[in-house]
């Protein structure tokens, strides 16, 4: 059953258009005689130059990247790139212990063993704890850049290429952002975003897997495509050895594609937008002892979602978030041992208590292991949950004036000097 204009309706009155309004574009659409549209990726009237391969085209110029491959999820980007890297049994990756459940999840879907690490004042991969977790068995490492700032990439690098490790960028939180002139997603081997609703740039579901190198893309290609069955080129033969493989299916659908390209366009304004608009917050912020402003790694690159401050404990953070409120600033996102969450390791119950899909225990029980299983628990990263339970998140507009900058700030900086004194 081929889509036409009551599909498209329906798409329309997802805007939320008055009836009227409605009415007057089903008038117009009813008027033309218009082809319908062909929604999936490959083939059709566009010759597999659709929606989705503008935005694959568009996200690479805009990435500085020579490969952008579509796919229907951010995890998806992340299985994609596991598989893409050979990511498998007897293999140990290196994630931190701050972020989405995602990044670790893929990691036990892949069959591989999580190596659960520290975070640092930048919220991100602590790169000397890397360097100490790493074994005979690592194999590679998820960085994840939290809320858009990026992680310590050129540390990371530099620990990768010394022990010779496939990095994996979890890009999801953080499209738009740079390390030190080059976009996030594109400095490790392989970069994985999210288009979901929350993201920087959306398409309701979706994601994209970024990479320089030809082989890992086509290997990423083979994953994400119904097991290889349809192939860029239908019938295909194996385009080199080592890249036809059962896979799954996480094609994006042309609609996703449309927004994804739109929401591409507009990303370098928004980007920038939000960058001006927390630095003329963070200008005004005084740290002093007992106070201080998440690390930048690089402040140019910086596309942070969130304005995250420092107490000195806990209960002084939370003292302060209570004063920050009276003056009518508010934050949240404390980490607390009573909420769970999914960004946090010692919510992660699948991988602490080594839950898995089948009853044999794989990856935790597999025989391709040689090494000696991290031990799994809540107390495993005390830094990561230090961290964040004296961390205050605060949101960030890009709408943000000097007004408002200078409010909030007074708000802040007034607020630690009645809890600090
Ligand atoms: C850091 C991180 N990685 C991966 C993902 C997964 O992305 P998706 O929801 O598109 O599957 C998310 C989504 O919240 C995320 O924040």
């Known amino acids: 059953?081929?889509?036409?204009?009551?599909?498209?309706?329906?798409?329309?009155?997802?805007?939320?258009?008055?009836?009227?309004?409605?009415?007057?574009?089903?008038?117009?659409?009813?008027?033309?005689?218009?082809?319908?549209?062909?929604?999936?990726?490959?083939?059709?009237?566009?010759?597999?130059?659709?929606?989705?391969?503008?935005?694959?085209?568009?996200?690479?110029?805009?990435?500085?990247?020579?490969?952008?491959?579509?796919?229907?999820?951010?995890?998806?980007?992340?299985?994609?790139?596991?598989?893409?890297?050979?990511?498998?049994?007897?293999?140990?990756?290196?994630?931190?212990?701050?972020?989405?459940?995602?990044?670790?999840?893929?990691?036990?879907?892949?069959?591989?063993?999580?190596?659960?690490?520290?975070?640092?004042?930048?919220?991100?991969?602590?790169?000397d704890d890397v360097e100490r977790k790493i074994t005979p068995q690592t194999g590679a490492i998820v960085v994840v850049h939290m809320k858009g700032m990026p992680a310590q990439m050129d540390r990371i690098m530099e620990i990768a290429k010394k022990h010779d490790l496939i990095v994996i960028e979890d890009v999801a939180q953080a499209c738009g952002g740079s390390f030190g002139g080059k976009k996030l997603g594109t400095i490790g081997d392989l970069g994985c975003f999210s288009f979901d609703f929350y993201k920087i740039a959306q398409s309701g579901e979706g994601g994209f897997v970024a990479t320089d190198d030809d082989y890992l893309n086509m290997r990423a290609q083979s994953w994400h495509d119904t097991a290889a069955c349809w192939r860029p080129d239908r019938y295909a033969a194996e385009r080199r050895e080592g890249e036809l493989f059962c896979g799954e299916n996480y094609r994006m659908s042309e609609m996703s594609g449309a927004v994804a390209l739109a929401q591409i366009r507009k990303l370098p304004g928004y980007v920038s937008r939000l960058q001006a608009a927390k630095k003329k917050v963070r200008d005004r912020i005084i740290e002093r002892d007992g106070f201080s402003l998440r690390r930048q790694p690089d402040p140019q690159g910086d596309a942070s979602t969130a304005l995250v401050m420092f107490g000195p404990d806990a209960e002084t953070a939370l003292a302060i978030m209570g004063a920050m409120k009276e003056r009518g600033v508010g934050a949240g996102g404390r980490f607390d041992q009573t909420v769970r969450d999914w960004h946090v390791f010692n919510f992660w119950e699948h991988i602490l208590e080594q839950k898995t899909v089948t009853e044999e225990g794989c990856p935790f029980t597999c025989p391709y292991y040689e090494g000696t299983l991290p031990d799994y628990g809540p107390e495993m990263c005390p830094n990561t949950l230090d961290y964040l339970s004296r961390s205050l998140h605060m949101g960030v507009s890009e709408f943000w004036t000097d007004e408002d900058a200078e409010k909030i700030a007074e708000g802040i900086n007034g607020a630690v000097e009645e809890v600090l004194g």
């Open 1 to 127: 059953m081929k889509a036409g204009r009551e599909e498209l309706m329906e798409i329309v009155d997802l805007w939320g258009y008055s009836k009227d309004a409605q009415e007057q574009i089903l008038a117009i659409l009813q008027s033309e005689d218009v082809p319908p549209p062909h929604l999936f990726r490959y083939y059709g009237p566009t010759e597999g130059k659709g929606k989705v391969w503008q935005a694959e085209r568009l996200f690479e110029e805009t990435l500085g990247t020579k490969h952008a491959l579509a796919v229907n999820s951010g995890t998806s980007a992340l299985m994609s790139a596991a598989a893409a890297a050979g990511i498998g049994p007897g293999m140990e990756v290196i994630v931190p212990g701050y972020t989405f459940f995602a990044s670790a999840s893929i990691i036990v879907a892949s069959r591989a063993i999580p190596v659960i690490a520290e975070i640092d004042d930048s919220l991100n991969l602590d790169a």
